[in-house]
């Protein structure tokens, strides 16, 4: 992998746990900071030129190959959260968010992604409110009710008072069903 040398106008990181500042800032810090005024900042930062196997912009390459370099098509939000959820099936926040995705056009799918959040990780407290939402539109109303009921229970434990609250409040609404 090629690297790239960084100018001196470019940003360089402070070692004491600074956000990245103009180099000139930087050296003013770092002697105001440094006993005797000694400045121990690189000059030059080597920093990757691009990831391996792409080719990196670099003097020998112009404005218009680089232009000209076919652009990967951009993944659609199911694809990115399906391919999170198959490199990683336990990531909730993914599943959680396919189940969303789901929802208004595949419900037996986005049904099985909410099942397994409910079943596997119970302390996920935002499923509750989604999947009681999502049985109600779907005319499941004592699967709903039983859903948001536990998930009242869950943020209760966890001290999640709002939460508790909203789902509290679903669940009285569906007493009216």
Known sequence: MGNLEVEAAEFIPILSGRRHLPRQLTRKLAASEMPHGEVNLPIRQSVPAAPAGLPAKGKDQTEAEVENMPEEPEKTRREFLEEAVRQDPHNTFARYGLA????????????????????????YSATYAQAGAFLTKQGRIDEARRILATGVEVTGRQRKRHAQTELQAALDDLGNQ
């Not at 929802?103 to 959040?117: G, I, Q, R, S, V």
């Open 100 to 123: 969303l995705e789901l929802a208004n056009t595949e419900p037996d799918a986005a049904w099985t992604h909410f099942e397994y959040l409910l079943l596997n990780h119970p302390e």
